[in-house]
């Protein structure tokens, strides 16, 4: 069974401050999402990896994949209040189109001023 | 381009009782799948529809069913519910074969059951 661990599940940060979420996942994939949920929300979609070493950036976030280590991080750079949000990963182990994603429990981030 | 739709946003019911939540594709896609997700938890799988036939289900018991129609447009039914039913219930869409890879997933249906 595939097991998608998040750390950490709570984060509180400071403005400005740098850091990291990590995503550790059981078997073999190249397919790796991240997803921010605001509460009450649905999931929107932050990024999609579809290989190994790819890296992608969007405003303040990079994710990044290993496939090897079978893992992926969200780096999080001079945080802001607005990334205040429940942020997941979600891999899909079919390596092709079966798009069944298995989620992690979620890192709550707090941003404080 | 509208994305991907559901209704009712919200629904009350008991439990023994039935629910059907419905969900419309983004416009384009061809796949939808529908996922349980319970208060401070990740979303869970429950099944996927495409070409109107169930093509993956996950560990969900025989009260959660589902349909597709030719339209793409999607239904989930629950029967017999129960407390630990209670929960938002996510529907994602994509067009299979898509390179992106990207699921889009639309704002959900808060179930409770009392």
């Known amino acids: 069974e595939l097991k998608v661990e998040q750390n950490p599940l709570f984060l509180s940060m400071q403005e400005g401050k740098n850091y990291t979420i990590y995503c550790n996942y059981s078997?073999?994939?190249?397919?790796l999402y991240w997803y921010r949920q605001d509460p009450g929300k649905s999931l929107e979609s932050l990024f999609v990896?579809?290989?190994?070493?790819a890296v992608k950036q969007e405003g303040r976030l990079m994710a990044s994949l290993d496939t090897k280590a079978r893992l992926s991080t969200l780096h999080i750079t001079a945080a802001v209040h607005d990334l205040s949000a429940t942020y997941f990963c979600a891999v899909d182990p079919s390596g092709g189109s079966n798009y069944k994603l298995t989620f992690g429990k979620g890192t709550l981030l707090t941003v404080n001023p | 381009d509208a994305g991907v739709t559901q209704s009712p946003t919200h629904l009350i019911k008991t439990r023994g009782q039935q629910v059907t939540l419905r969900c419309s594709p983004k416009s384009g896609h061809d796949t939808v799948s529908w996922y349980q997700q319970a208060l401070g938890q990740g979303p869970q799988f429950i099944f996927q529809?495409?070409?109107?036939?169930?093509?993956q289900r996950g560990n969900f018991p025989d009260r959660f069913s589902g349909h597709q129609f030719p339209n793409y447009s999607s239904e989930l039914n629950v029967n017999a519910l129960l407390l630990g039913d209670s929960a938002l219930y996510l529907c994602a869409s994509i067009r299979t074969g898509a390179g992106t890879g990207e699921l889009f997933f639309g704002e959900g249906s808060r179930l409770t059951v009392l």
């Open positions: 078997t073999t994939s190249d397919r």
């Open positions: 529809y495409y070409e109107e036939e169930e093509r």
């Open positions: 990896l579809l290989s190994n070493g």
